[in-house]
């Protein structure tokens, strides 16, 4: 397997495009941050199982994948965030660069996470995000309730959301959604990736990787910025 792939004619300078949308969990950051909730709380394995068949997309619902783990997660201390944050979360190679050279070009910059608030507000200010959607956890008497908060825009930000969220943006902006990039790893990123003028898979499942535009298999995600013409 190539270490990357650009499928088709060359890419247009980087100056075509003005928003750049990323996945947060696997593509931004090194972890699932649900799966490190679930180790900390010593339900690792059920979570974690549930959470591969998702990103396979063996379980299509996302919603459903995602209520299921959360259910399991219920009773679990909210410190247990804290931890996650503190000892687990790192950025992956090239996130920091490639949001600073995006940025530096006058691209606004999305996240889009079926991920946490608890987790995306700390990764969004470290990259300069502009926008931002998430799920917001439920906790209760300083534990989790294995739920998510109903917000403005819905209660779960799931592969549709992640579409919505990247043409909201692209509206918000005035861009065309062919001025846009969006970066992802997982299932629920295709809807994204799809509607999107620029699909990047960053070591990504194999489905991921056929449908996308680039694929990054091998190293950081600043490599993208090897392929744009001029």
């Given at each position: 397997m190539a270490s990357l792939v650009l499928k088709g004619a060359a890419l247009p300078p980087l100056s075509h495009f003005?928003?750049?949308a990323f996945d947060m969990d696997s593509t931004l950051i090194s972890i699932e941050c649900i799966d490190e909730i679930a180790a900390l709380a010593g339900k690792g394995a059920e979570v974690a199982a549930i959470t591969e068949a998702a990103m396979r997309g063996e379980i299509t619902d996302f919603k459903d994948s995602l209520r299921r783990r959360l259910a399991l997660l219920a009773g679990v201390p909210a410190t247990v965030l804290d931890r996650v944050l503190a000892e687990r979360l790192?950025?992956?190679?090239?996130?920091?660069e490639l949001c600073a050279a995006l940025k530096?070009?006058?691209l606004k910059l999305v996240l889009v996470s079926g991920g946490f608030t608890f987790f995306t507000?700390?990764?969004a200010a470290e990259l300069g995000m502009d926008f931002v959607r998430s799920n917001e956890l439920e906790i209760e008497n300083g534990a989790l309730t294995g739920r998510v908060v109903m917000q403005d825009w819905g209660d779960i930000c799931d592969g549709a959301e992640k579409r919505r969220m990247l043409?909201?943006?692209c509206e918000a902006i005035?861009?065309?959604p062919d001025q846009a990039i969006a970066v992802g790893d997982g299932a629920n990123d295709l809807?994204?990736?799809g509607a999107a003028g620029l699909s990047v898979a960053?070591?990504?499942k194999p489905k991921v990787r056929e449908q996308a535009r680039v694929a990054i298999n091998e190293g950081g995600l600043d490599r993208l910025l090897e392929l744009f013409a001029g």
């Amino acid at each position: 397997m190539a270490s990357l792939v650009l499928k088709g004619a060359a890419l247009p300078p980087l100056s075509h495009f003005k928003l750049a949308a990323f996945d947060m969990d696997s593509t931004l950051i090194s972890i699932e941050c649900i799966d490190e909730i679930a180790a900390l709380a010593g339900k690792g394995a059920e979570v974690a199982a549930i959470t591969e068949a998702a990103m396979r997309g063996e379980i299509t619902d996302f919603k459903d994948s995602l209520r299921r783990r959360l259910a399991l997660l219920a009773g679990v201390p909210a410190t247990v965030l804290d931890r996650v944050l503190a000892e687990r979360l790192t950025f992956n190679p090239g996130a920091r660069e490639l949001c600073a050279a995006l940025k530096a070009a006058g691209l606004k910059l999305v996240l889009v996470s079926g991920g946490f608030t608890f987790f995306t507000r700390h990764v969004a200010a470290e990259l300069g995000m502009d926008f931002v959607r998430s799920n917001e956890l439920e906790i209760e008497n300083g534990a989790l309730t294995g739920r998510v908060v109903m917000q403005d825009w819905g209660d779960i930000c799931d592969g549709a959301e992640k579409r919505r969220m990247l043409l909201q943006s692209c509206e918000a902006i005035g861009c065309r959604p062919d001025q846009a990039i969006a970066v992802g790893d997982g299932a629920n990123d295709l809807p994204m990736m799809g509607a999107a003028g620029l699909s990047v898979a960053y070591h990504a499942k194999p489905k991921v990787r056929e449908q996308a535009r680039v694929a990054i298999n091998e190293g950081g995600l600043d490599r993208l910025l090897e392929l744009f013409a001029g």
